[in-house]
C-alpha cells in the first residue's frame, strides 16, 4: 500500500467547474505538498501547507491532520489548468513520499 | 532566471555509456534533491544533498549511480554504464531550507534516453 493515494486518477472537466483533487496519506507528517506537472514535463510546486488553508488565485488547498487528508481545490477551472496534479508528503523523519498524480484535462 | 536550471534538458546514451546530469539550485539554496520519474510511473525520491554531503540517498540504486554537490558548482548525478531501464525523466529540486520543511523549486528535468 502506498503511503499517499490520490484520488481521482484521471479526471475531466469542462471549462468553468469547480474541481477538487483528494489526498489521504498514512503515515505522520509535518507538511505536504501540492505539485502541479505540465504536459511538457516541468514541476511547479503550488502549495506546501501543514495546517489549514492555503489560497493562491483559483487555487484553494486544505489539510486535516486528524483525518490525514488535503483536498485542492480549482474554481472556475480552465483548459490551461489541465496538468498531473501531485500530492507529496514529509514523513516525521526525513522520508518524502509522492502519490502517484492526478491527471487533469479541463475542456473547453 | 534564478530558478533551478538543470542540463541537459534531453540526453541520448548508448548502453554501457555513462550519463551526467547537472543541477544548479536557486540563489541562495544549499539543499538539493534528485528525483527520477520512469514512464508511466510517479516521481521517486533519489537522493537528498547539501553542499559537499549526502543526507538521505536511500532512494538511490546501490550500483552504478552516485551523486555529489560540491562547494562550488552544480550539484551531478552520474549514472555509470547505462541501461535501457535508466531512461526516465530525472528532476532536481531545491529548496532553502532542509528536510522538506521549506517550498521545494523544481528544475525542468533532464529527459534521460538509453539506446
Known amino acids: 500500500k502506498n503511503e499517499v493515494e490520490q484520488s481521482p486518477q484521471n479526471l475531466t472537466a469542462q471549462e468553468g467547474e469547480f474541481i477538487t483533487i483528494n489526498c489521504s496519506y498514512s503515515v505522520g507528517i509535518s507538511a505536504l505538498h501540492w505539485l502541479q506537472q505540465h504536459p511538457g514535463g516541468g514541476i511547479v510546486s503550488l502549495f506546501m501547507?501543514?495546517?489549514g488553508k492555503k489560497k493562491h488565485g483559483r487555487l484553494i488547498a486544505t489539510i486535516n491532520i486528524q483525518e490525514k487528508h488535503s483536498s485542492l481545490h480549482i474554481t472556475a477551472s480552465h483548459p490551461r489548468d489541465s496538468a498531473v496534479y501531485i500530492c507529496a508528503v514529509k514523513g516525521t523523519g526525513n522520508q518524502f513520499y509522492f502519490g502517484t498524480g492526478t491527471s487533469l484535462t479541463v475542456i473547453p | 532566471n534564478a530558478g533551478v536550471m538543470q542540463n541537459p534538458r534531453h540526453l541520448v546514451r548508448r548502453r554501457g555509456q555513462e550519463a551526467r546530469l547537472r543541477c544548479s539550485p536557486m540563489?541562495?539554496?544549499?539543499?538539493v534533491y534528485w528525483y527520477r520519474q520512469l514512464p508511466e510511473e510517479g516521481l521517486k525520491f533519489m537522493v537528498y544533498?547539501?553542499?559537499?554531503?549526502?543526507?538521505?540517498e536511500s532512494g538511490m540504486p546501490k550500483e552504478r549511480f552516485s551523486a555529489e554537490f560540491p562547494k562550488e558548482g552544480p550539484s551531478i548525478l552520474r549514472i555509470q554504464q547505462v541501461v535501457r531501464g535508466d531512461s526516465a525523466a530525472y528532476f532536481c529540486?531545491?529548496?532553502?531550507?532542509?528536510?522538506?520543511?521549506?517550498?521545494?523549486?523544481f528544475g525542468n528535468g533532464t529527459r534521460l534516453t538509453v539506446t
Open positions: 529540486a531545491s529548496s532553502l531550507g532542509g528536510y522538506y520543511n521549506s517550498p521545494l523549486h
Open positions: 540563489k541562495g539554496h544549499s539543499h
Open positions: 501547507l501543514s495546517s
Open positions: 544533498l547539501q553542499k559537499e554531503n549526502i543526507i538521505d
